[in-house]
């Protein structure tokens, strides 16, 4: 857990080249070097409980604090203009620390309708179990937030944009309503990027990346971080994630800080190439419905130019036949692989098949089911737009729609 303390006024490039990094100050290195050692010689006697552990407490064993890992959080911090930021071992175990450190029996969760799947399925069957209720609303109209408090409200949770549908919420917004509420915020910004949106800015209290995803960017370190005022992440830290055990592998870390030095770089490229694929997208014949926040057809366009700085590269589309295109996606793709997971320099395409995720993850049903069907039809295939050249990424799709 780690407080930022270095107050900057740097740009984002020269942050996340420098940001929490400086040469070693035994051998001079230049670059980080990674501590995988999991235990600490003390000189000193030291508690052996989190509870008394603070940023000024020496190392004593890697599950509670490592210097690279360290590193990576101040990284984060400065990126994310946050207080404090706790790395996790992946996007998940940001998301369960938050959610099982935060919440209590009795207390009440608003959720987006639609989002991750996992954390749809945390939230729909795993808080249940400790009488924790959670209500999933189309966060995208900040009314239906609104609607859905209740006087237990504790925190409400959106992702933005979102996944699958990319659809987005008024950060803004829903901040008035959580502080009216005296409910958390809490921001998922996997499919954002602090370059692309920084939640803390816009009245958000907590932040959750999958560092796995655009931060990491190289498809090879799972991660996950949590950004929030030091109060917030020193809660999460000592009374959840410690003792659940979800510190990242300092090697993932080091990994993640590696790439995490070229992201404002990448997203400018993959931003490039997403909107060239999006618009391909909209005038091929085959295809049906396009959601790209870069498109003046998505119907948050407005939202996206004032909340988001430059547009990210996650783009949704829908087809009438979806399972025979995958079968040819599997078959035939030459450059995007047909695969799961986002924001790698890769391009990567899914088919998230709606009655599946209607029945499994999401439980939806009535007027959530209709809006979320009305959007996805039998499926969307979610493109995470890589650093290819994006006519190579053109060609390659068209040869299977
Ligand atoms: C928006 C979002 N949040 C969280 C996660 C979970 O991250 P991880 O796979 O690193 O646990 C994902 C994974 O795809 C995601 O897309």
Known sequence: MTKNSIKSNLGINTLAVHGGEKPDPETGASSPNIVMSSTYVVDQPTSFSVTNMDEDTPYVYTRWANPTIRQLEKKLCLLENAEACLACASGMSASSGVLFSLLNSG??????????????EITRQLLPKNSITVTPVD??????VKNAVRENTRMIWIETPSNPLVKLTDIRAVSGIAQEANALLVVDSTFAS???????DLGADIVVHSLTKYIGGH????????????QIVSR?????????GGTISPFNAWLIMRGAATLPLRMRAHQENA??????LELHPNVDLVRYPGLESHPQYELAKSQMNGFSGMIAFRMASPESVAKRMMSDLEIVHYAVSLGHHRSLIFLLESDDLISSSYRLDGELERTYREIAGKGVFRLSVGLEDARDIVRDLAQVL
């Open 236 to 244: 999460i830290a000592g009374e959840g994630m410690l003792h659940y």
């Open 219 to 230: 498809g090879d370190a799972i991660g996950g971080a949590v950004l929030a005022s030091r």
């Open 275 to 280: 909107m060239q694929v999006a618009k391909f």
């Open 107 to 120: 207390d009440h969760l608003i959720i987006s309708e639609s989002n991750y799947p996992g954390t749809a």
């Open 194 to 200: 602090p370059v692309v949106t920084r939640p803390l």
């Open 139 to 144: 966060t995208s109209n900040p009314e239906n």
